[in-house]
């Protein structure tokens, strides 16, 4: 079984209505429902039970703690941590503090935006990074994250690029 955490930081709650030209008409439900049935096959076709948990807050202590439960718990973390990408020292070092195994994922590709969405605080404790596929950057994120938590749990080997 692999556990995953998919975290959610401010203004993702307005998925769908927020700037649909930049991040898509996709809400954040519907987001989670195809996230499911994307693990529900994966899950199949992997030879495992993948167990979701959504969250999502506006609030940095909050997605802080959220990332810290995940990581002590083993699971592993999908995060969009929306504006506080590019400041959260808070969140880098909870994701470092906590072991957490974690991909960074933005719907849009931020490195085509303003200046200021190029860097992020995260980036280099995250495992890695996706951007830029609107909802499909979660299902990326999904199908890139099992296989290093299996290998991490020691159920397969080899599958990982570190
Ligand atoms: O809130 C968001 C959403 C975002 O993380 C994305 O998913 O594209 C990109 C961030 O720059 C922005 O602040």
Do not use: C, W
């Not at 203004?11 to 519907?30: H, I, M, Q, S």
């Not at 076709?45 to 807050?57: H, K, P, Y």
């Not at 830029?132 to 080997?157: C, H, M, N, W």
Request: glycine content about 10%; charged content about 15%; cysteine-free.
């Amino acid at each position: 079984m692999v556990s995953i955490h998919v975290l959610n930081g401010p203004n993702l709650n307005l998925l769908g209505r927020r700037e649909p030209d930049v991040y898509g008409r996709f809400t954040l439900a519907d987001i989670e429902t195809r996230l499911r049935a994307r693990a529900a096959a994966l899950s199949a076709s992997m030879g495992t039970t993948i167990e979701l948990t959504f969250a999502q807050t506006n609030i940095e202590g909050e997605l802080v703690t959220l990332v810290q439960n995940a990581g002590l718990a083993g699971a592993g973390v999908i995060l969009n941590a929306g504006a506080y990408t590019h400041t959260s020292i808070a969140l880098r070092d909870a994701i470092s503090g906590a072991q957490a195994l974690a991909i960074e994922v933005h719907l849009s590709n931020v490195h085509a935006r303003e200046q200021f969405r190029h860097h992020s605080m995260i980036a280099a404790v995250a495992h890695g990074v996706i951007a830029g596929f609107g909802a499909a950057s979660y299902d990326l994120a999904l199908e890139a994250i099992v296989p290093l938590l299996q290998e991490r749990a020691g159920t397969v080997k080899g599958v990982g690029n570190h």
